[in-house]
């Protein structure tokens, strides 16, 4: 059964940085494709970017909102997803969901994970 | 202003067939598998459906069907657990980004 569990949220001041981990389990996370989507409070679901296995590179992309401030990497050995946000912004204040891409369906989410919420205010 | 459109609102009773529908373009659906992501009271997201395959543990009362740049999500003998927000998604050959549409609150009356 496919796990995925973030952690790293919390309180942070307009400006800063904050590192999430997304911990997976109940499948082979070197062969998946990994994303980030996120929710502000009230609103519907964003992505925010996407990593491919290291066997075609370790490729990323990244959405608009956050390229340039954002990134996203992998530990293969250690099974973890990373999302690395600096410079962060009043907006960027939301739930960070860990989601896995389906191996049979291109561009299509299969799982998430429960979320970390991450809030930027002073 | 969202790449995927969805209605708002959709509402239904118990028992009843409703349908939700996703439109996009020749980028994204018209290329790409949907996949329909529900969420109850804002919890953690959790797909129900792509393209025309239900995922294990998933009812057999929700189907769904692609044509063209329109994706739909039918509900069939609607039970009031479906009620939730409900998101269609998929990737966009031209933005190089995974899209959303704007979800659509299903209420069960």
């Known amino acids: 059964e496919v796990h995925l569990v973030e952690s790293g949220g919390g309180l942070v001041k307009p400006g800063g940085s904050l590192r999430l981990s997304c911990a997976a389990s109940?499948?082979?996370?070197?062969?998946?494709?990994m994303h980030w989507v996120r929710q502000a409070p009230g609103k519907g679901l964003e992505w925010v970017g996407r990593i491919k296995t290291k066997a075609l590179g370790g490729t990323t992309d990244y959405a608009a909102p956050v390229k340039g401030r954002f990134s996203v990497s992998r530990d293969d050995s250690k099974n973890t997803l990373y999302l690395q946000m600096n410079n962060l912004k009043s907006e960027d204040t939301a739930v960070y969901y860990c989601?896995?891409?389906?191996?049979?369906?291109?561009?299509?989410?299969?799982?998430w994970g429960p979320g970390a919420l991450v809030t930027v205010s002073s | 202003q969202s790449a995927l459109t969805q209605e708002a609102s959709v509402s239904g009773t118990v028992g009843q067939k409703v349908t939700l529908s996703c439109t996009g373009n020749s980028n994204n659906i018209g290329r790409y598998a949907v996949a329909w992501v529900q969420q109850v009271s804002h919890g953690a997201p959790k797909t129900v459906m792509f393209?025309?395959s239900l995922p294990s543990g998933i009812p057999d009362r929700f189907s769904g069907s692609q044509s063209g740049t329109t994706a739909s999500l039918i509900i069939s003998g609607l039970q009031p657990e479906d009620e939730a927000d409900y998101f269609c998604?998929?990737?966009?050959?031209?933005?190089?980004?995974?899209?959303f549409g704007g979800g659509t609150k299903l209420t069960v009356l």
């Open positions: 989601t896995t891409e389906s191996r049979l369906w291109f561009g299509v989410i299969d799982f």
């Open positions: 109940g499948f082979t996370f070197s062969n998946a494709w």
């Open positions: 393209g025309e």
């Open positions: 998604s998929t990737w966009d050959y031209s933005l190089s980004a995974q899209v």
